[in-house]
């Protein structure tokens, strides 16, 4: 069930434009969705390769975390997302069908960590 349009009639103009903003739908929700669990895996199952002494492959990445540890790489890589994401929803505005192949090639890409530590997990748990 849709809910009504604020009435913002009564709001002076930039708060009126604010409160739109505040009340948008993101365009593709299940690529978001998609998204965030890919990195939250990848963040998973990189602290858990560490653990097997494992080393992280970007060099970006191992810099932060090597500074700033768990909580760098949680913060850089949702701030990547939220980069990402807002990039999707822009070019979504200007280009429906470009945004949403955008959304979904990120989650692609995203996916490939993951896959790669499975198979790094998988290796040491059989060898």
């Known amino acids: 069930m849709t809910q009504p349009e604020p009435d913002n009639s009564n709001l002076p103009t930039a708060q009126a434009k ?8 993101v365009r593709y929700p299940d690529a978001y969705t998609w998204l965030l669990l890919m990195s939250a895996l990848d963040v998973m199952m ?13 060099p970006i ?3 932060i975390i090597k500074r700033y540890e768990l909580n760098g790489m949680i913060i850089y890589k949702f701030a990547l997302i939220t980069f990402f994401i807002s990039v999707c929803e822009i070019v979504g505005s200007l280009r429906e069908k470009t945004g949403r192949k955008l959304s979904r ?5 995203a996916s490939i960590p ?6 790094l997990l998988a290796k040491l748990a059989f060898h």
């Open 18 to 25: 604010t409160f739109k903003v505040l009340n948008h739908r």
């Open 46 to 58: 990189t602290w858990t390769i560490f653990h097997f002494k494992g080393v992280e492959a970007n």
């Open 61 to 63: 990445a191992d810099w």
């Open 105 to 109: 090639l990120g989650v692609m890409i």
């Open 114 to 119: 993951v896959i790669w530590s499975f198979v």
